[in-house]
């Protein structure tokens, strides 16, 4: 018999319904503790470094053209990417469409995503989460044949996997940063500004997962509160789907391998769904609740407290003589290598965070002084305040934090990856390289008050001096807070794991020490883990403070607190400065629907290579499969033979019946452009000979699927050379080929003495707005090669295959 496949609704039913019994336990208790913490305030130091709300208002990251590969038809096409402030991946059809405010192909949320740069990445990891017991030899997809070798996969353990592809490795690294910065942001966390909702939903997934005996950091803790508990319900039922439909797959490995992702996908976005009703559910209930106790536990706070610590001291001494044991011989000879391996590889990342801001600055100060004038200084400080969010310039910052390496401790103390610790210590830098661009802001806007240039370069070089300073003490603190909250989230679930098995069955009988009108705030799992934690914390202050005095770090002691050294600073700290129109250098902040986001990252434009046609969806020939190893030969010969690129199709013998500028994308206004815009027209025209014979008689014009044939106009013009015949041939075939699928009137006509002049360049998708960075790939450097993107055909061949018949020396209009 075949076991029946899991119902997802089931299974997603049944683990809502365990997380919402501890969700509404730990709800009271989360809403106890952020009321018991604004009564009696916590000690937390003040930063010296002043903090933005919403630093990319009006802004976007980066837009540009790549190729996607679409699974449906199985082929390569140009879409326009944006990413817009919320760090969502849009991809439109074109650029037009996105100008136009059209609704994009898709959006793509980064959370749980991994960004991969090379194939064998790639297979890597599928070997590891698809089911099938072949193997893919390694340099080949199983999907796909890469449209070129510098190839981007957003690669995800439940969700449907993308592929993009780029034509230089220039791109490519410019994508990378990007897209990694955009998982970066998506994997951050909950917000923290909810001090009773955000606590309530981690503490009720920890608790959870240890109920299930899953001990340790958890990599899908990353996203939404649904996608969350979407991770948590696919942590179990992936399993089942795997051994159940995996063995049903049909076909060779790769169409199983496809297959399986693509029903992994579906079920995954229908447990979304389901996890988002039943969580906002959920949190309704909860807050409807909320009014009653917090009533409940004002009156009484004082009681409770007693209570809790009553109960505390009772737990402590039952387990204290084996929490010590536990604590002697298996944390703290390792806390001190923990902390180093810690230390390590962030302090790096934080000096390198200060070297960057030091190498603008000073960038900033000879620019000044050399172009002189407010309008040079509102330039430069309008690139540089958004300098944090500019993944290409923070990529060295965070690549010397990936170096971070546990290797030793992970089974030991039961962490899956260091990947955790990784972004929450890139989210850091990032939010203290911000803090630091901001502070510069402030202090050099209200030091300038008509000063000239020699004086507002002093001015600059002051406010550098104090931001520096401000920067090494906060990065300070930031760091040490880091180190502890890091080694509690490696050594306490390890002692649970080691204690709670122990005293399980101990823990009710502390029940009755707790008043009935108590007990939904103070919880005996909860204390428990308060006294573990309490144990534990003690010993990694020590380390810290012994790290500290060592100084090796840059690490400020706690003694050292700058009081008052800026006592106006804070006053300025909701006063965003917009450079460009109080100083000039660019246009100003608009308001209104019909504002244009200013780009943090300036669009891709190299030397040597035309630009991606307009609104382009030039198509690449996809793969149905991998061919096993006996097909494999035949793959490599059709491999050798010259594709075309999208390059050669600007740099082709052909001049368009019209040679002006491009017009910038607008609303149509006449009936006849209403009328081209549903049915594009297409002109392709075809000389004559001196005889008066058609020089394609043996050539066809291919008409694409839903094309006719509306007109035919003759046209009489002598070619005088047998090699212009020829090249016109050679010339058309190209221009036909290189045809879109009939967006928009494209007209060409042959002409083989008059080559194509260079393409305008003022209103392409390159050359779209950007007050943002000039990265390393603007910069003129030499030239590179593009990768073949496309394939030609004969048209006479494509022709006898749909229609079997010739059209001489005609000039087509095609009509959609």
């Excluded at 683990?15 to 208790?29: D, I, L, P, S, T």
């Excluded at 960004?115 to 796909?144: C, I, N, R, W």
């Excluded at 944390?331 to 180093?340: F, R, W």
């Excluded at 052909?654 to 040679?659: C, F, S, V, W």
Aim: proline share 5%.
């Amino acid at each position: 018999s075949i076991d029946p496949v899991p119902s997802h609704e089931a299974c997603t039913r049944q683990v809502m319904e365990e997380f919402g019994r501890v969700y509404k336990q730990q709800y009271a208790v989360a809403l106890f503790n952020s009321v018991r913490f604004e009564i009696e305030g916590g000690a937390s130091g003040q930063s010296q470094l002043l903090h933005r709300s919403d630093p990319l208002q009006d802004k976007s990251i980066f837009s540009g053209d790549l190729f996607q590969y679409l699974e449906e038809n199985k082929k390569w096409r140009n879409r326009f990417i944006y990413v817009a402030d919320s760090y969502n991946i849009s991809y439109y059809e074109n650029k037009l469409a996105h100008d136009r405010g059209l609704h994009p192909k898709g959006v793509i949320s980064c959370a749980g995503y991994k960004v991969l740069s090379s194939m064998q990445e790639y297979l890597e990891l599928l070997s590891h989460s698809l089911p099938g017991k072949g193997t893919v030899v390694a340099g080949d997809s199983p999907f796909l044949k890469c449209a070129s070798p510098f190839l981007l996969v957003l690669w995800h353990p439940y969700a449907r996997h993308h592929y993009f592809s780029v034509r230089t490795e220039k791109e490519q690294q410019k994508w990378l940063a990007v897209f990694q910065d955009c998982v970066r942001h998506a994997n951050s966390g909950l917000p923290e500004e909810n001090r009773v909702l955000t606590p309530t939903f981690t503490d009720s997934i920890r608790l959870y997962r240890q109920g299930k005996g899953h001990y340790g950091t958890w990599d899908m803790m990353c996203g939404d509160a649904a996608r969350i508990l979407a991770n948590l319900v696919m942590e179990s039922l992936y399993v089942e789907l795997r051994s159940l439909i995996g063995p049903r797959l049909k076909g060779k490995l790769p169409q199983r391998q496809r297959d399986w992702m693509l029903i992994s996908d579906a079920m995954y976005r229908q447990v979304i769904a389901h996890t988002q009703v039943q969580y906002e559910a959920l949190v309704q209930a909860a807050e409807v609740e909320r009014p009653s106790l917090d009533a409940a536990f004002r009156k009484d706070m004082d009681q409770i407290i007693a209570s809790k610590e009553q109960v505390y001291g009772r737990i402590r001494a039952m387990m204290h003589t084996r929490l010590e044991q536990v604590l002697r011989t298996s944390v703290q000879p390792y806390i001190t290598s923990m902390l180093e391996d810690l230390m390590e590889p962030v302090s790096r990342g934080f000096y390198e965070v200060r070297d960057v801001l030091f190498r603008e600055l000073v960038d900033l100060s000879k620019n000044t002084l050399n172009d002189g004038g407010a309008e040079a200084l509102g330039k430069h400080m309008e690139r540089l305040s958004m300098l944090a969010f500019h993944p290409v310039k923070m990529r060295s910052c965070y690549e010397k934090v990936e170096q971070l390496s546990l290797e030793g401790l992970q089974k030991r103390f039961d962490v899956s990856s260091p990947s955790v610790f990784t972004q929450r210590a890139q989210i850091l830098m990032r939010e203290q390289m911000d803090n630091a661009v901001y502070t510069f802001e402030q202090l050099l806007h209200q030091s300038l008050q008509g000063q000239s240039r020699e004086q507002v370069y002093k001015t600059v070089q002051c406010c550098q001096d104090r931001v520096l300073k401000k920067y090494d003490y906060d990065s300070s603190s930031v760091r040490k807070n880091f180190f502890k909250e890091a080694l509690l989230q490696l050594i306490v679930p390890y002692m649970l794991k080691q204690l709670y098995p122990a005293y399980a069955a101990d823990l009710p009988r502390f029940r009755e020490l707790i008043f009935e009108d108590f007990s939904r705030f103070i919880l005996v799992e909860n204390v428990f883990e308060e006294v573990i934690l309490h144990s534990v914390t003690k010993d990694i202050m020590t380390a810290v403070k012994e790290a500290a005095v060592q100084r090796r770090h840059n690490l400020y002691r706690d003694s050292m607190v700058l009081n008052n050294s800026d006592p106006n600073l804070n006053l300025l700290e909701e006063n965003p400065i917009d450079w460009a129109s109080q100083y000039g250098g660019g246009e100003g902040h608009t308001r209104g629907a019909n504002r244009k986001h200013k780009q943090i990252v300036s669009m891709i434009q190299l030397d040597g290579m035309g630009p991606v046609p307009y609104g382009s969806c030039m198509e690449v020939p996809g793969v149905e499969e991998i061919p096993e190893e006996s097909e494999r030969q035949l793959a490599e010969e059709l491999q050798e033979k010259p594709l075309a690129t999208a390059g050669d199709l600007h740099r082709q013998p052909l001049t368009p019946t019209q040679q002006t500028a491009p017009k910038s994308p607008g609303s149509p206004e006449s009936v006849e452009e209403i009328r081209q815009l549903i049915s594009p027209v297409r002109e392709v025209v075809v000389p004559l000979s001196e005889e008066g014979e058609s020089v394609l008689s043996r050539e066809m014009v291919p008409l694409e699927e839903g094309e006719q044939i509306k007109a035919i106009t003759s046209v009489k013009e002598v070619l005088v050379r047998n090699s212009a015949v020829a090249s016109a041939i050679q010339e058309l075939d190209t221009a036909v080929l290189g045809e879109d699928d009939g967006e928009g009137l494209v007209e060409y006509a042959v002409d083989s003495d008059v080559e194509l002049g260079q393409p305008f360049t003022g209103s392409g998708p390159q050359h779209h707005d950007d007050s943002g960075f000039q990265s390393p790939t603007n910069e003129h450097g030499e030239e590179e090669k593009p990768w073949p993107i496309a394939g030609s055909i004969s048209i006479q061949e494509e022709m006898n295959n749909v229609f079997g018949l010739e059209i001489e020396f005609s000039s087509f209009f095609f009509l959609h």
